[in-house]
């Protein structure tokens, strides 16, 4: 395919990785290994998925699971959760490392957000224990996972249901959390190609509580990470394939609402923070934009007024726009 390359940074485009000397080695020898190694992880990865799902059903039948359950409860249920999530996360072929580990959230903590960059970001936080978020309403029809998704007492959220009750649902939440294993919202709304960061949703601002802030950052060297411009399984598949693929997760600390600040300053002042640490530059793009890119949203009267002035109609993944980018930055 012949590239195409905008003017304009654009937070939904494939990152092309330099074709380096390492570049190539790297997978020559991934798929040199690929033979032994992608049918272990990929019967890693259905071991992981069905591994908890009996002990999840056994734990969760008969629950409201819209109420507090008991510690005991509760305590088995992210066992299962976390063992998992680690099995499925090495079968993915990531190594995840942590920094900064004093600035985990407490036990009293209201909510978690991250920014978001693949389908296995929800994975590696469910391995390091934060196993409740807010999601797709999709996620609860997907065979054997829906099940480790309904236990962990996420809020499920219909994008096209314009009355959706989620806001809601997560505000209570966030406001009566004791007893609820930890909420962990992506306030994007959706993964982006890990060079920016799109406009915050409110949802985990609303409550005026205090947010803990986590950031997690793949390594692009010798492949895209993100899922933004290409599927679930495309993605995962590359992650599987390739030798490792190393993620970083970053523990941020808490912040708190300051004195007259409105929901939306506080979510603006969240996305400053990321933005001014890792160098990522806003871009006030929405998830409609990001599906029209990809071509599942046709109408182009959908996307954003930014995205209009910034890109235009003809600027779609199937014309090959991509992005170049050092991540060495």
Known sequence: MKYQFHE??????????????????????SILLSPVVFPFR???????????????????????????????RLGHIQFWQRLSSKLLIFSY?????????????TENAHVLISNHVSSADPVILAALGFTSFVGKEQIKHIPLYSTMAIAGQGIFVNRDQKNS?????????????????????????????Q??????KRGAFTAMKPVDM?????????????????SN?????????????????????????EKNETVQEYAERARDIYSNKFGLEK????????????????????????????????????NGYALKYDFKK
């Open 233 to 257: 399984v495309k993605c995962t598949l590359k992650t599987m394939l390739a030798l490792v693929t190393v993620a970083n997760v970053e523990f941020m600390g808490q912040i708190s609402p």
């Open 42 to 72: 990929f019967a890693c990865a259905m071991f992981a998925i069905t591994v908890n799902y009996f002990p999840l059903k056994l734990l969760i039948a008969g629950q409201d699971m819209e109420k507090p359950l008991s510690k005991w």
């Open 283 to 318: 871009i006030e793009c929405t998830w409609k934009d990001k599906y029209y890119f990809n071509g599942k949203i046709k109408d182009y009267q959908q996307t954003s007024e930014y995205y209009q002035q910034a890109f235009g109609k003809d600027v779609l993944r199937k």
């Open 165 to 193: 009750n989620a806001a809601e649902l997560i505000n209570t939440r966030i406001t009566n959390s004791k007893g609820f294993p930890l909420l962990t919202i992506f306030p994007e709304g959706t993964t982006v190609n």
């Open 214 to 230: 986590v950031f997690i950052q793949y390594s692009q060297k010798y492949l895209n990470a993100s899922d933004a411009a290409q």
């Open 8 to 29: 304009k940074h654009h937070p939904f485009a494939p990152v092309l990785q330099q074709k380096t000397v390492k570049y190539y080695l790297f997978w020559f020898i």
């Open 93 to 105: 072929g990531i190594i995840y490392r942590t920094a900064n580990a004093h600035l985990r959230p």
């Open 195 to 200: 060079t920016a960061l799109i406009q915050f």
